[in-house]
């Protein structure tokens, strides 16, 4: 063979080794990316054209998908949608997936590994693919309490709810308001889900947000638990004295702080747990100054703080500042300055005092099943941190039952339960009213429920707000939907 025609023997040889390649990397290593594009016309049809299965609460469908009336089959269908919607999160043939829809996307839709087999069966028989089922941790009692709680209040409220399960992490309940329909977005009026998106993402009210998860706020007294928690920790007990007074000098500055509407917290000298009991952030301020920032930090980081605790649903992290001076380190004592928490962050504080100081990683899906209701994956209860000890956890619990009974969370009380809680109200901006928040637990000797609730806003004279006033009422119902009171 002579010089030309060998090399281009190569040549040829070359381009059919690359187009081999090419091929290949196509169909193999980019068939996941490319099937998820939204202008894959193809694979968004092929996904709305199948069975999607469903997820569940408490055995009931919440989100299915029911035959439609045009070429694509099948149309995704929620039965209670605002109610869930923070948690199943939207399907859509155009915009995608959220929520659990997202998260558990594999199995719904039956395209996970694990549904390897069903899909060979399928493909044999000529039939559709169908998904695999989903059951939520969530009570749907509580869940009802939340929301109704909520939207009880005067105006379009702004606001979250979480309860969990203390031993396990499971979420009972999950509620964001305003929430939305994800059924209008589920349409297959490609042109009307567009209008529906538009509007839904231009919502000042931020209504496709789970606020539960996704928002961080200043948790302002209700992180008190956490600097109590440091202290207990660290050679304090409830009965240990602390400072009490009006007012605190802070070191370095001019300025000092003060207690709500310039109270003494009953003198100056309390113990712990009346300082708690009356929220006192001149006693907290100067035992965050006593403990330190980098104590603080730690204490704050044991309750699943600057990480990463939630992978289920989207997730933002709570956030406690490093390297703070002495005046910042007071103010983060009593939940502002930087300090930022999740209303979910708050639930698993409170979870985690309740559960002997381990504080469990929250999840939301308890089981996954094939169609054949075969069972892929049951949720493993798993500890994220053990925060503080288990006789610290005892003498804070009754510290937090002081405060239902004799301070400043009595509108938590449940009749002949032991409750146990925190309130708190936290400043944001200057020209908006303060947040409002309750965590609690109950029974407080045998503790079957944790909750968190966050007041963003609400139609309320600013002077009225109160995170026991507001929220404690909330906490109280949805505690009740639990323990079945």
């Keep these: 063979m002579n010089r030309p025609i060998r090399v281009l023997a190569v040549g040829f040889a070359l381009l059919f080794a690359m187009l081999l390649i090419n091929v290949n990397y196509v169909q193999v290593l980019q068939a996941g990316e490319l099937n998820d594009r939204d202008r894959n016309k193809r694979a968004r049809d092929a996904e709305c054209s199948r069975e999607r299965g469903p997820i569940l609460v408490d055995g009931e469908t919440v989100a299915r998908s029911v035959p439609s009336k045009d070429d694509l089959e099948f149309i995704r269908e929620y039965s209670e949608p605002q109610l869930y919607a923070p948690v199943t999160g939207f399907f859509s043939c155009i ?4 929520g659990v829809e997202n998260s558990e996307n594999s199995i719904l839709s039956g395209s996970d590994p694990s549904l390897f087999v069903n899909r060979v069966i399928d493909m044999v028989s000529d039939d559709q693919p169908e998904g695999g089922s989903v059951l939520l941790t969530i009570d749907p009692e509580a869940q009802r309490a939340a929301y109704d709680g909520l939207r009880a209040l005067p105006g379009e409220t702004r606001g979250a709810a979480v309860a969990l399960d203390p031993e396990t992490g499971a979420i009972l309940a999950m509620v964001s308001t305003p929430t939305y329909d994800p059924n209008r977005l589920a349409t297959h009026d490609f042109s009307d889900a567009q209008k529906v998106w538009d509007e839904l993402n231009g919502s000042e009210a931020k209504v496709m947000l789970n606020r539960a998860s996704q928002e961080i706020y200043p948790p302002g007294s209700t992180f008190k638990l956490v600097t109590a928690a440091a202290a207990l920790s660290n050679d304090y007990t409830p009965d240990t004295t602390v400072r009490g007074g009006t007012r ?4 370095l ?11 003494d917290c009953g003198g100056r000298k309390i113990t712990l747990t009346q300082a708690l009991a009356v929220s006192c952030n001149v006693a907290f301020a100067d035992l965050g100054l006593k403990l330190g920032a980098e104590t603080l930090q730690q204490q704050a980081e044991q309750f699943g703080f600057n990480e990463d605790v939630f992978d289920q649903l989207p997730s933002a992290e709570s956030s406690f500042p490093s390297d703070i001076d002495e005046p910042s380190t ?17 639930a698993m504080v409170s979870a985690g005092i309740a559960n002997g100081g ?4 929250p999840y939301v899906v308890q089981r996954v099943r094939s169609p054949d209701l075969d069972v892929l994956e049951e949720a493993d209860p798993e500890v994220l941190h053990q925060a ?5 956890a005892t003498d804070l619990t009754e510290m937090m039952v002081e405060v239902v009974e004799n301070g400043t969370g009595d509108e938590a009380a449940i009749s002949g339960v032991s409750v146990a809680g925190k309130t708190g109200t936290a400043n944001s901006a200057a020209n908006r009213s303060p947040y409002a928040w309750m965590v609690t637990f109950a029974p407080a000797d045998d503790p079957e429920v944790a909750v968190a609730v966050l007041v963003e806003q609400t139609n309320i004279e600013r002077d009225d707000i109160s995170g026991g006033g507001l929220a404690g009422p909330i906490t109280a119902d949805v505690m009740r939907a639990v323990i079945g009171q």
Excluded: H, W
């Excluded at 605190?248 to 070191?251: A, H």
């Excluded at 007071?330 to 708050?346: H, K």
């Design 95 to 98: 915009y995608g997936t959220s």
């Design 253 to 263: 500055t001019e300025s000092d702080l003060k207690n709500e509407n310039g109270s």
């Design 330 to 346: 007071a103010f983060s004592a009593i939940g502002q300055f930087d300090v930022a928490a999740s209303p979910l962050q708050m």
């Design 388 to 392: 503080i000890s288990e006789s610290a």
């Design 248 to 251: 605190l000098d802070l070191p």
């Design 358 to 361: 381990a504080v469990m990683r």
